[in-house]
């Protein structure tokens, strides 16, 4: 009996250096995000087809980013993350005069983003549960954008749609307020599709989950 226990004794801090068994979980975001719309460049882009001096031009974002996600934990350090995110809108706006007639236009353009990342993390010894994180993988962007011009007494409207997959990462924080919930912090970078106006966008998310174990 006694040797037994002593075998016991002597595992206990290898199954506390093992840390929690695999385990799925789930999380909801929302936060912010931020693109990099070049508008001098649609300005000049546009600009030579109105009369001198009526050009005008402005860009609107709604920078309200939400998303979902599911991730799977495979050891204590690392795991991986499918997640969905809406960014928002970004509109570019302008008006000006052709040959003396006022005209007006506008695109407004959306996108969904879907993708699969390995995450990484370390300890950060502020505090127990507190976490550093590292996210590399790949994301599919959808892009869609719709467009309307108004002038000469009629209205013209088109849209694009289009889908590019680039690699993507990501860092972040994470805190484990108990071994079920957690909360996260996330900086992570995509690039739309070659036709969109945007570019390149960041996306600031706070997530709060919960663990499956």
């Not at 030579?48 to 799977?72: E, K, M, N, R, W």
């Not at 302008?94 to 959306?110: D, F, H, I, L, N």
């Not at 300890?123 to 127990?128: F, G, M, S, Y």
């Not at 409207?157 to 919930?181: M, P, V, W």
């Amino acid at each position: 009996m006694m040797k037994k226990s002593a075998i016991l004794l002597a595992l206990l801090p290898l199954s506390a250096m093992a840390g929690p068994t695999p385990h799925p979980y789930v999380f909801v975001s929302g936060g912010t995000a931020a693109d990099n719309l070049d508008q001098a460049s649609l300005d000049a882009q546009y600009r030579p087809f109105a009369d001198a001096g009526t050009y005008q031009s402005s860009v609107s974002s709604s920078a309200f980013a939400f998303g979902l996600g599911i991730g799977y934990q495979l050891t204590p350090r690392l795991g991986f993350e499918a997640a969905y995110i809406n960014p928002g809108s970004t509109s570019y706006s302008a008006t000006g005069k052709v040959g003396g007639v006022p005209v007006a236009g506008s695109v407004k353009e959306t996108a969904d983003v879907f993708s699969l990342d390995l995450v990484g993390n370390v300890p950060i010894p502020i505090t127990d549960g507190f976490y550093g994180e590292l996210k590399l993988g790949a994301a599919q962007v959808h892009g869609h954008a719709d467009g309307t011009l108004n002038g000469f007494g009629a209205t013209a409207s088109g849209s694009y749609s289009a889908t590019k997959t680039n690699l993507t990462a990501g860092i972040g924080f994470r805190y484990d307020f108990s071994q079920d919930y957690f909360a996260k912090f996330d900086l992570d970078y995509y690039k739309a599709p070659d036709q969109s106006y945007v570019g390149t966008f960041n996306v600031t998310t706070l997530s709060i989950g919960i663990r499956f174990q």
